[in-house]
Nanobody
Framework: QVQLVESGGGLVQPGGSLRLSCVAS????????MGWYRRAPGKERELVASITRLGSTNYADSVKGRFTISRDNAKNAVYLQMNSLKPEDTAVYYC?????????????????WGQGTQVAVSS
């Protein structure tokens, strides 16, 4: 059984900062990529940032220079430091893990998702 638990969302004023955390638990044999996606009201889900096991990162153009993704492989955790937040960053943020899980005698490789955490940027 896989569980991704997110924390750190909330309400912040423009220009403020938040730090999101996500810890993945379960019978992971390997985790390849961890990342954060978001869905704003009326919009499709989009990639915010991702990081590979070796630390290579990828960011959406809209967050480059403001957001920083990091991970702790020993804890199966991924973090998103969000600085200089803007109202357009308001969305539900979802943790994503791409990895392999043992289910009995079967190995399942795919994407696993957290339940989402709300980030609201408003004055």
């Amino acid at each position: 059984q896989v569980q991704l638990v997110e924390s750190g969302g909330g309400l912040v004023q423009p220009g403020g900062s938040l730090r999101l955390s996500c810890v993945a638990s379960g019978r992971f044999l390997s985790i390849i990529t961890m990342g954060w996606y978001r869905r704003a009201p009326g919009k499709e889900r989009e990639l915010v940032a991702s990081i590979t096991r070796l630390g290579s990162t990828n960011y959406a153009d809209s967050v480059k220079g403001r957001f920083t993704i990091s991970r702790d492989n020993a804890k199966n955790a991924v973090y998103l430091q969000m600085n200089s937040l803007k109202p357009e960053d308001t969305a539900v943020y979802y943790c994503n893990v791409n990895g392999t899980v043992r289910a009995g005698t079967t190995l399942l490789t795919g994407d696993y998702w957290g339940q989402g955490t709300q980030v609201a940027v408003s004055s």
